[in-house]
């Protein structure tokens, strides 16, 4: 399967707690995005690389989240003390930038990973 | 008010009926606009992408965009049981923030056999 993967699908955790989850997109992508959905809603931005550049972090990014995406490969997403609102399913898309004229590109997403903080 | 708006449904038609669902939006800059289906507790599947005003088919899926009333729409033909699912509009403006994609709430879809 050569989609984007995220890891691990499902994560439960106690309040206060740190959580990383790691998505891996399509190989050729140049672009990679992490989105959150809350139940019942549609997903939500949080922040965007192109290559291993992070250009831009939603307002919903708070101090509590950092992603990384060393050498433009997979990236990660850390969430350090955890609070209950942090709750949701967290999706990674990746897209491939192929004009470099920063035209919109189709989003793929992965499966996603489904945070509970107990 | 939201960006972007998007009836939440549940949308329910008999197995065969044309299945008709839509958006409307206030952001005059965007310029792209995408259909994704998402069943429960899966990520979304890119349906249709469109650039601008107009009409696009694939197979049983036909997408309009009316820039001029900001308002997308999707068509599914022969719907079958296994279009049930939530489908979710999205859309973006060209050029800078990366064409992040902001999207409706989705409306969740039943096709009854």
């Known amino acids: 399967d050569t989609g984007v993967s995220q890891d691990p699908r499902h994560k439960i955790t106690k309040r206060g707690q740190n959580v990383t989850f790691r998505c891996d997109p399509i190989s050729e992508h140049n672009r990679l995005y992490w989105y959150r959905q809350t139940l019942g809603q549609g997903p939500e931005f949080l922040t965007y690389?192109?290559?291993?550049?992070?250009?831009?972090k939603s307002r919903l990014l708070s101090d509590r989240f950092s992603a990384e995406r060393p050498k433009g490969s997979f990236s990660t997403l850390e969430i350090q003390r955890t609070e209950q609102g942090d709750s949701a399913m967290y999706l990674c898309?990746?897209?491939?930038?192929?004009?470099?004229?920063?035209?919109?590109?189709?989003?793929?997403f992965g499966p996603g990973t489904r945070l509970t903080v107990l | 008010q939201k960006e972007v708006e998007q009836d939440p449904g549940p949308l329910s038609v008999p197995e065969g009926a044309i299945v008709s669902l839509n958006c409307t939006y206030s952001?005059?800059?965007?310029?792209?606009f995408m259909w994704y289906r998402q069943y429960s507790r899966k990520g979304p599947e890119l349906l249709m992408y469109t650039y601008s005003s107009g009409n696009k088919e694939d197979g049983r899926f036909t997408a309009q965009v009316d820039k001029s009333s900001k308002y997308i729409s999707l068509f599914i033909r022969d719907s079958q049981p296994s279009d049930s699912a939530t489908y979710l509009c999205a859309m973006s403006a060209a050029g800078a923030a990366g064409n992040k994609l902001t999207f409706g709430g989705g409306t969740r879809v039943l096709v009854k056999p």
């Open positions: 898309a990746s897209s491939l930038d192929y004009l470099g004229q920063g035209s919109s590109d189709e989003q793929f």
């Open positions: 952001n005059s800059a965007f310029q792209y």
């Open positions: 690389f192109q290559n291993e550049a992070q250009l831009e």
